[in-house]
Structure formats: structure tokens, C-alpha cells
């Protein structure tokens, strides 16, 4: 059996996807920087490990050789994509190209999934809703602007590439609160659960009815809703009130999504907002009584 090829597999999410694509029966191969921590995938059975830089050409044909498809997730993020352009569009931009060149040589038949950002669409805050894939992208960051700059270059090059444009992701995890949130309070902001984000990637690899298009990847209706009642459902869940958050002053990447053709295709969205929010609270509950 081919394996699928996740690129990025030795990180948070990589793992994830590593875990569910074995779950479905797939022979998986990693792509990783030889520095990623291989904790929970060496020595298991149907896990391959190739260790490389997506920056180096014979190290991606090395990863990509006699693969049934890909999964790109090997990606600078922000922050640390925002501190070096260059850097970050050679991995993000050159280092994806470079992915397509070696899969069309490879295998031209295989699906690869792109893991993109909604956050390409730029400030959307004054338009209409939801938001849909035909919608103009424009980068506020580095980070959005180098994922435009790769979907533009595997549309030329890849005809069978999946694009997701993936929303904000929640983890129903306590993390410190940011300084400041990444949007306005009275911003619409629909984010999407870890665990369907994975589901997506996953039904889309395997999916031939998925192959050359674009999707968004969020949350779903329960899911809509402002910054300020966001954050106010997580500060009250940590009992701390809401006059202590601090929101960004102009708009950011937030919005609503047009996702009824990716739940149609790819039956990710499992997880409601409310259902988040009890995974949050019994998390939160769970480590107060250690």
C-alpha cells in the first residue's frame, strides 16, 4: 500500500492527522525537520519517517517518492512568520512549489491538500455575508500573503490540489488569554474545533469528489458569533471578567464563512460550539481538582 505523505507530521497537528489517517487504516510517511520531537511516531507499525527541510529539493523527492497522496502542512506560522519574509515565502511559497513539481513527477494522479487560511481574505467586516471562496483575497499579513502566493502557484501547477482555507482553530485546552485578541470586540468571528479541522484534512485526502476544488473550513452556524461574546464565554468559564480583555482596535481576518459545500463534501463539522464549550469546562474542572 502507498502511504500518504503528511508534511509537518512530527507537529501538533501533524500528529493529529498522523493518528487519524493510521485510525482509517493508511500507511503513513512524516516529513519533518530532523530537530521535530518523533515522540508517538517511531517504531509504530504503518508510520514511516523521513526527516528533511522542505526548502531542499532532493529532500522533498526523497519524501515524496512512490506516495498515493499529501498532506502539506509544513508551514512558517505566525509570529515567527511575520519576523522574516524571505524565510517565510521560501517555506511557505517556494517550499510548496517545490512539493507539486515532485508529486507531479511522482504520482500526477494523486490528491495534495493544502492547508491554507481564511485569513487571506483580508478585512471583510463591511461585506457580505458569509464570506465564499470566489471572495478577493487580501493579505494583512506576511503569513496570508505568502499562503496566497502558494495557492496561486498550485492552482497553475497542481490540478488535483484541495485547497482549505482554514478558520480560526479552538482547542478545548485553558491557554493564557492573548494581550490582545486578534480582532474587534463587535467583530462576527467563527472559528472551528481542532478535532473536525483534522476530520476535514483527512476526508479530503481520501475523497476523490474533493480533488481541484477550494473550501472553507469552519465551524458551522453554532459557531457565529463576536469577539466579545467569545471571549466572554471563556473568561467566564475561568471566572475572570470580561473588563480585563483587551481587543484590537481595527479589524482583523474574523468573519462567517460560506462552508455549505465542504460539510456537503468532506462531513467534518462534528463538533458544535456549545459542545466546545463543555470539553473547555470539563478541562477547566479537571485541573482544579488535581
Known sequence: MRPILVTGG????????VQRLR???CTVRVFDLPSMNY?????????EIVRGDITKLTDVYQAVAGVS????LAALLPPASERRRELTFAVNVEGTSRLAEALMQSNPNAALVFTSSVSTYGNTMDEKLP?????SQQALDIYAESKIA???????????AIILRISGISVPSVQSPPDIWPFMADQRIEFVHRNDVVTAICAA???????????NI????TWRTTGRAYVKDYFDLLGVPIEEAQFQDEPGWCDWYDTEESQRVLRYQQTSYQAYLQQLSNEIQQMMSE
Open 10 to 17: 512530527a507537529g501538533s497537528a501533524g500528529k493529529l492527522v
Open 23 to 25: 485510525q482509517e487504516n
Open 39 to 47: 515522540t508517538d511516531l517511531e517504531g509504530r507499525e504503518g508510520i
Open 69 to 72: 497522496a499529501v498532506v502539506h
Open 131 to 135: 464570506v465564499t471562496v470566489t471572495h
Open 150 to 160: 502558494a495557492e496561486k502557484s498550485l492552482k497553475e501547477s497542481c490540478p488535483n
Open 205 to 215: 485526502v481520501t475523497n476523490e469528489a474533493a480533488k481541484g476544488k477550494v473550501f
Open 218 to 221: 469552519a465551524g458551522g452556524l
